[in-house]
Nanobody, 121 residues
Framework: QVRLVESGGGLVQPGGSLRLSCAAS????????MGWYRQAPGKEREVVAT???????DYGDFVKGRFTISRDNSWNTAYLQMTNLKPEDTAVYYC???????????????WGQGTQVTVSS
């Protein structure tokens, strides 16, 4: 069983930076991808960034070079470095991990509490 715990959110002014962390426990050896998602009030959850085993990364169009996803070699932790934050980045941020073709949280429908990011002056 996999457990994912996000941290690092908070209140930041526009133009500021935050680094989110996702700590994974359980059968991490079978992971082949991790990703970050976010959900703003009244909006659908959307993909922010993903990273796969060979290091390839993909980002939502709204990122526009502001965010960087990374992970440690053992899939213990995934990170999301966010810079030049904008008020529209305000959301609850969640992470997920993939076994084969199945994303754990997306498959279960249980996303946990995530970490709140609020961008405001």
């Amino acid at each position: 069983q996999v457990r994912l715990v996000e941290s690092g959110g908070g209140l930041v002014q526009p133009g500021g930076s935050l680094r989110l962390s996702c700590a994974a426990s359980g059968n991490r050896a079978s992971f082949n991808a991790m990703g970050w998602y976010r959900q703003a009030p009244g909006k659908e959850r959307e993909v922010v960034a993903t990273i796969i085993a060979n290091g390839r990364t993909d980002y939502g169009d709204f990122v526009k070079g502001r965010f960087t996803i990374s992970r440690d070699n053992s899939w213990n932790t995934a990170y999301l470095q966010m810079t030049n934050l904008k008020p529209e980045d305000t959301a609850v941020y969640y992470c997920d991990a993939r076994y084969g073709s199945v994303w754990v949280r997306r498959h279960s429908g249980s996303w946990g509490q995530g970490t709140q990011v609020t961008v405001s002056s």
